[in-house]
């Protein structure tokens, strides 16, 4: 059943150029889909960042229990697609797509749960070449996210350290903007510990 819906997940959601599309609605009848939609992205084609960060993470997770290399394909072509749209310093706009970029917040979670999927890649990939692509591409996000959005971010900040800032949880309902999520430091730690394991 898992292998099912990630197949059928790849398949209404993945767009060939690695893009996400976050909802796909369909008669539930036939089967047939109606629609789809990015709801937490600017515009219904929008890609949301944090979206496609669950995509890179999701078809990761599933190449590491079942060893397909479909699934391998999607997570690298998810991946890249991130790494085509983030910016130089990798840690993306909420959605890649707001026509008001750069003056919208970022979503420092997105970059976190992408690091981690890339770390899945970097222990569990047979290739080597994708190997080590995965884990320089996962360091390098670790880097983005410990210079711009962990705490102390300079000399002067006081708050405790370690703690994850620029989330967006929700910008088209206002919910939590420019945030802490526990998702973020949830999907860094899991990185950080991936890393450990592979230093």
Known sequence: ???????????????????????????????????????QGSGTDGCWARGQAWGVYGFAAAYRATGEERFLEVADRTAAYYFRRAG????????????????????????AITCAGLMILAEHAQDPIRRQRSRDRAEALLSALVAGSLTPLDENDRRPRGMLLHGCYNKNAGWHTDHELVWGDYFLLEALRAWSRLR
Not at 8 to 24: L, P
Not at 90 to 108: E, M, Q, T, W
């Open 1 to 39: 059943m898992a292998v099912s819906h990630a197949d059928r997940t790849a398949a209404w959601h993945v767009k060939e150029d690695g893009r996400i599309i976050q909802s796909t609605h369909f008669d539930p009848r036939t089967g047939r889909v109606t629609r789809q939609e990015t709801h």
């Open 88 to 111: 130089d310093d990798l840690v993306p706009f909420y959605c890649f797509d707001d026509p008001a970029r750069p003056n919208v917040p970022r979503d420092s979670s997105a970059a």
